[in-house]
């Protein structure tokens, strides 16, 4: 997903989630949890993922997992963009 936005969109960087915001023990589902990804495309570094993982939610509501998730996974981007910045140039 995260690549397929850089694809899609010519840019360098793409973000991806997918989970559940809410437990559905109909689907074994106990803990809402969203895998994420990030996807870089600065031509200096290698492309592809720079990153991924699972974030999990706890007991928290529907709405504070899709806080928790935006905010740890663009956290994450911006940690990706502070370490790459000025390592050369952008897709052009």
């Known amino acids: 997903m995260a690549r397929g936005a850089c694809e899609l969109f010519n840019c360098d960087i793409g973000i991806g989630t997918t989970g559940y915001a809410e437990a559905a023990p109909e ?3 106990n803990e809402p949890f969203a895998y994420f990804a990030i996807w870089g495309q600065r031509t200096v570094l290698k492309e592809g993922l720079t ?7 706890g007991n928290a509501s529907r709405i504070e997992v899709q806080i928790l ?12 963009l502070e370490r790459t910045k000025g390592s050369g140039d952008h897709r052009k």
Request: charged residues 15%; negative net charge; glycine residues 14%.
């Open 27 to 29: 689907n074994l589902i």
């Open 51 to 57: 990153e991924s993982g699972i974030v999990y939610g």
């Open 69 to 80: 998730v935006s905010e740890y996974v663009l956290s994450k981007t911006l940690g990706w």
